[in-house]
């Protein structure tokens, strides 16, 4: 044992609040969700229901669909952006970024904007949606394993005598299977639990077991069934993720860690054509449903008006028929919560992250721990937390820092994937060397590990505040009606019929979508900065 | 604790009826604040000699007496706001009943605020996920096709409102302990835009079966009945006319209206003003009230002969809404004043004009433009209340599978 | 020029014994950006030549390499293998076989697999693969490696199977590019030898880059400055 110990009392104090948090706010509910809400006739009744095999059929179906045409679309920018270097590169890769990050709402949104209206409220829009918003999965997860694998290897095989074509068989693609395999095991469990995205775009019948376990919990008021079809959807997740891992594991290649194979400019004619065509797709794709949102905002049958904008302060229907959706105040709301929010969710997931990382093997199940809210979904827990605080003298319903809580349960696990590595990375080495400078163990820590940690926790922030101004899951069970946030406000406004009210539900959409770009720039600032 | 509200309730509505038939004739609404503190003093005397056996006796333990007990004690103790949870189609500005929510404010120091909470399905059920820990005082507006869902989830205190006495004993049967109020009755009814017809050169459908016949194709819109009470009122007076057969009953009625291209709405606001024809919408058929089409002369741009809407008689079915207490507020007191309120006379008449429906509250005299153009079935349809508990949740989900695929 | 005229067009490096052909480089230029890494450089290598291109770091060598290999296209200027204008040609059609300094073996494949990519290209069976693999393993000091996994073979036994994987097909040109940069001294010298025998005994026309003189006098049998051409 090494005599440089650190005290005793550190990796408690600093994992208690994770802990107790993690327990009371995910761990009770799911409890609560397991053994109480679920009863023999709700589950009866769910099993028995044809409706409910249909539901995940389809749920199945449009989540394999999604990921097999997600994977499809994404191949080509992902090839362009880790083998060539061209004019708006990193640009591109931002834009993709920010659409990644963009709310599920404003992503359904853009995409009921940008479609023609005879494709609206059909699966294709969903699949649109689902496609456009997980491309940047793709290109990221296999553009990065891409960028790693040199090009020489692909050209050994070309002086073997391998055909571009059959490169990209033999080599190339059997390469990136284990990426495209972790990038479909992320698109599909993002489209098998697709809720924001199908309530905006879907029609009234388009339901995802997601959808389902919230139409039954608030709208026909069925506890029972809602908590049986969540657990039904938990298991099939659990199902999928533990095959993904296994998979993963059993595919993954030693691929030696080499230097970025550093992008070319296309040399060939056909290639320069080929990237400019496939950079210019991309970014039409990622960006035109979001200039459409801007133009529904101004667009009424009459023609151009900023009435939308002007008006942002009522929702009405007709002079004194309120919608009960406040557009100002959602926003503000939004922006209350998203700085509470973000509050816990960063002086949480820091202690959890010096935790995890101080207590080196010990840390891991806290550490795996804190990722279930994840794997479990937004709207599962949203769901467990309304039906078990609901008593003295645990009736927090009405708090009004349930729905910061929620979002901070979801966005915890963002700021420890963020800040963990870094702390990793410098723990054992660092507070050696500073221990050989005549730090105390404790001291090398404060001082040389600490610090560490802002610059990582600055960009968890900024991903935490982007979480929690588009949680949409949670919040729908978890808002109350006038306290709505701007996802809540927007799928309402988008379901009316009426056309200001539309015009209204994508001017929130542009503002929500404006925000979030927002916070990817600055995320792009602060990562990009050490590099440099 | 539940149980024991109930009795108080009970034996409250017991002394009330009592108190009432001696009285014998029409309460202001200042009676009717003096009433209760008169009757809710005598209850309190009742929970002592009721609960004899209990610790608590004799602490005067009014927190438990949904009533305006406090009211005597001193107007300062009063909360200066309280929250009205009213479906989507409550005003919440501008109109008669507003003013006489001022009035209230006026009289009694409290302040209304009017939360719109989406249509009645919708909140119904956050009031059910939200029960004991509620998002307002008082709910306005579930109706007698949702009301037992609201009573099995404990949504709201049980009152007896003093106020009922002037109140037809035919609407209070659903609510025989006080669990709920009820505070208007109308008819949900197919209604149609007669110029709108005129113009396609349409005749004006004469029943349920009119709506299926080719003729009449991508002409209605519906609400969804699992968020909207009228919704769900028009599901069952279909129900009560196909009855519920496999063959011939109304599913194949229903997949006759999905093959004619019906249009669902979530809830009568968008159903009424954002797709029907005569608010530009593109449907010249809707499901609406039988108090519709005199608010459309009322209310039109310029004087009207005749309105300019009209009502399918034999579709109608009978709808009685209800207020009550939700159960978990802290302001019990003021809550009861405000269902007290909501009964009264001069509230009541407001309410024709601005929500569509008709006072339960007897002495309320209807304008003439409801006399001359509302149309009051003789025999509207409805369903008993147990049938309507027992299926309510199946009908729905069949309809769902059925219309929305 | 070429000892054989090629009839056989495209040129596949199939299994038959090809023989070697010369190398005619005509006027190269390349330019990045707007960088000239190569000015309008000349060179010709006869068959069954090896010739060793030496020059400091950024001197283009490289480059000139990745242009006869058709990993790169030039600005301008033409590139002859076996009298054939290969310019437009793409890689897998040029018959070269290339070492990369870092090997480049396939980490997806076993030993064998890898040795045999170029027999299984050339449409060759698998049995006949698998045999000829075997043998050239055994050729290089491997006998027995064939199902290892290529990321857990030394540093050594990496570089020969490299060399196995290129010579097995038989190419006409055989490219080196720094192919023994960045081993340790005693494994340097040992593959020097190795590599200078099997170059010649193939008598294959060989370029080898380098930026080691002592290097490029042990294997080629002439050495050009790259800064002369």
């Known amino acids: 044992m090494s005599p440089n110990q650190r005290p005793r009392w550190l990796v408690p104090a600093l994992v208690v609040v994770p802990s107790v948090g993690l327990a009371t706010f995910y761990l009770w509910p799911f409890a609560t969700l397991l053994v109480e809400a679920v009863d023999r006739d709700g589950t009866d009744a769910v099993l028995g229901r044809g409706r409910t095999w249909r539901i995940v059929w389809f749920t199945t179906w449009q989540a394999v669909a999604s990921t097999v045409l997600t994977l499809l679309v994404g191949l080509a920018p992902a090839w362009v952006i880790a083998r060539f270097d061209f004019p708006g590169r990193r640009t591109l890769v931002s834009v993709l970024t920010a659409v990644f990050v963009m709310p599920t709402v404003v992503m359904g949104a853009a995409v009921l904007a940008v479609l023609p209206d005879s494709l609206d409220r059909t699966v294709w829009a969903v699949l649109a949606a689902h496609v456009l918003f997980n491309v940047a999965v793709v290109v990221r997860t296999v553009g990065a394993v891409w960028e790693h694998l040199p ?146 905002s101004v667009s009424a049958p009459t023609g151009w008006t900023l009435e939308a904008w002007r008006t942002l302060d009522t929702a009405e229907v007709r002079p004194g028929l309120s919608v009960g959706v406040d557009p100002l105040d959602a926003l503000a709301n939004s922006l209350t919560t998203m700085l509470w929010a973000t509050g816990i969710a960063v002086v949480v997931g820091a202690l959890a992250s010096l935790g995890i990382a101080a207590a080196g093997r010990a840390g891991r199940v806290l550490d795996a721990g804190l990722m279930l809210p994840i794997g479990t979904s937004a709207v599962t827990v949203g769901f467990g937390m309304l039906i078990t605080f609901d008593t003295d003298p645990y009736d927090w319903r009405a708090a009004w820092w349930i729905v910061p809580v929620g979002h901070a349960l979801v966005a915890v696990p963002f700021v420890v994937r963020t800040t963990l590595g870094v702390l990793r990375a410098v723990e054992p080495d660092l507070s050696a060397a500073a221990a050989t400078l005549g730090a105390s163990p404790l001291r090398a820590w404060r001082t040389v590990v600490v610090p560490h940690l802002w610059k990582p926790l600055v960009v968890a922030a900024a991903f935490a505040a982007a979480i929690s101004l588009g949680e949409f899951g949670a919040t729908s069970f978890l808002s109350r009606r006038g306290n709505e946030t701007l996802p809540i406000a927007i799928e309402n406004l988008l379901g009316r019929a009426g056309s200001l009210l539309q015009a209204k539900g994508y001017v929130l959409a542009t503002l929500l979508a404006a925000a979030t770009m927002a916070v990817v720039l600055v995320v792009d600032r602060f990562q990009e900065r050490p590099r440099s | 604790m539940n149980h024991r509200s109930r009795a108080l309730a009970a034996a409250a509505f017991a002394l009330v009826a009592g108190a009432c038939a001696s009285d014998g004739d029409d309460t202001t609404s200042d009676d009717t604040a003096v009433a209760t503190d008169d009757t809710t003093t005598e209850v309190d005397a009742t929970t002592e000699d009721d609960t004899a056996s209990d610790d608590e006796t004799g602490t005067g333990d009014a927190g438990d007496a949904p009533d305006g007990t406090d009211a005597s004690a001193s107007d300062s103790e009063l909360a200066d706001s309280i929250t009205l949870v009213a479906y989507e189609s409550f005003p919440t500005e501008g109109t008669g009943v507003n003013e006489q929510l001022a009035n209230f404010t006026a009289e009694t120091g409290i302040d209304v605020e009017i939360l719109v909470a989406g249509d009645t399905g919708t909140m119904l059920s956050k009031a059910e996920l939200t029960a004991g820990n509620p998002e307002g005082d008082v709910m306005w507006g579930i109706d007698n096709t949702f009301l037992s869902r609201a009573i099995a989830a404990d949504v709201f205190e049980p009152y007896v409102s003093p106020a009922l006495a002037d109140i037809d004993p035919e609407f209070t049967r659903l609510v025989p302990n006080g669990e709920a109020t009820p505070v208007d009755r109308g008819d949900v009814c197919v209604n149609y835009d007669i110029g709108a017809l005129e113009t396609a050169g349409i005749e004006p459908p004469s029943g349920f079966d009119d709506l299926v016949d080719p003729a009449y194709a991508g002409q209605l819109v519906v609400q969804n009945p699992a968020t909207s009470s009228p919704g769900l009122a028009f599901l069952l007076a279909t129900i009560d006319e196909y009855g519920t057969d496999e063959a011939g009953g109304w599913q194949s009625y229903w997949q006759q209206l999905v093959d004619n291209d019906v249009a669902v709405a979530d809830g009568w606001t968008a159903a ?134 | 020029m070429s000892t054989r005229s090629s009839d056989e067009s495209p040129v596949q490096p199939s299994g038959n014994a090809q023989g070697a052909s010369g190398v005619d480089v005509d006027a190269i230029t390349v330019r990045f950006d707007d960088h000239t890494v190569l000015d309008t450089v000349s060179m010709s290598v006869a068959p069954g030549d090896v010739v060793a291109l030496v020059g400091g770091s950024g001197s283009g060598k490289s480059t000139l390499l990745r242009v006869v290999a058709g990993l790169l296209v030039p600005d301008a200027g033409r590139v002859r293998i076996g009298g054939e204008d290969v310019t437009e040609r793409p890689t897998h059609l040029r018959g070269v076989g290339m070492v990369f300094q870092d090997n480049q073996l396939f980490p997806h494949l076993d030993t064998a697999d890898n040795v045999a990519f170029g027999l299984k290209m050339a449409g060759i069976g698998r049995a006949e ?101």
Request: aromatic content about 8%; some cysteine.
């Open chain 3, 129 to 229: 693969r698998r045999e000829r693999a075997a043998a050239a393993l055994a050729g290089v000091g491997l006998a027995g490696f064939e199902r290892r996994r290529v990321t857990e073979l030394s540093g050594g036994e990496a570089k020969r199977v490299a060399l196995a994987r290129t010579l097995i097909a038989a190419p006409r040109v055989v490219l080196l590019d720094e192919p023994l940069t960045g081993l340790d001294r005693d494994l340097h010298d040992e593959l020097m030898c190795d590599l200078a025998v099997r170059l010649r005994s193939a008598e294959t026309t060989a370029i080898l880059v380098t930026h080691d003189h002592d290097e490029a006098d042990a294997i080629a049998d002439r050495t050009l400055p790259l800064a002369s051409l």
């Open chain 2, 272 to 405: 009424y003003y954002e797709r029907f024809s005569y608010y530009g919408g593109d449907r010249p058929i809707v499901v609406s009230y039988g108090s519709s089409p005199p608010f459309e002369v009322l209310f039109a741009d310029e004087q009207l002969d005749a309105a300019p809407t009209g009502v399918v008689e034999s579709t109608c079915f009978r709808q009685v809404e209800f207020a009550g207490i939700l159960a978990g507020t802290e302001k019990e007191t003021e809550a009861a004043m405000l269902i007290d309120f909501l009964v009264s006379k001069d509230f009541q008449a407001e309410l024709p004009l601005n929500v569509f429906v008709f006072p339960v509250n007897e002495n309320v005299e209807l304008d003439q433009a409801f006399v001359d153009y509302a149309v009051i079935p003789e025999t509207s349809r409805s369903l008993e209340p147990a049938e309507i508990d027992a299926n309510r949740s199946d009908w729905i989900d069949a309809w769902t599978d059925l219309v929305l695929g």
């Open chain 1, 151 to 296: 090009a020489d290897m692909e050209h050994a095989a070309a002086t073997l005598g391998a055909s571009r074509l059959v490169v990209f068989r033999d080599v190339t693609f059997p390469l990136l299977r284990p990426a495209m395999s972790a990038a479909a095991a992320i698109v599909f469990l993002f489209t098998f639990t697709s809720f924001g995205v199908i309530r905006v775009v879907g029609a009234a019948g388009t339901r995802t077991i997601e959808v389902e376990v919230w139409r039954r919990a608030t709208q026909l008021g069925q506890i029972d069934q809602a908590a049986v079809l969540a657990l039904l959807q938990l298991a099939a997740l659990a199902a999928v993720a533990t095959w993904s891992v296994t998979a993963q594991r059993r595919h993954s290649r030693a691929l030696e860690l080499r230097p970025l194979a550093r992008p070319q400019r296309p040399r060939r004619r056909t290639d320069r054509r080929i990237v400019a065509l496939v950079a210019v797709a991309t970014a039409t794709v990622a960006l035109g449903p979001f200039v459409a949102l801007i133009v529904k």
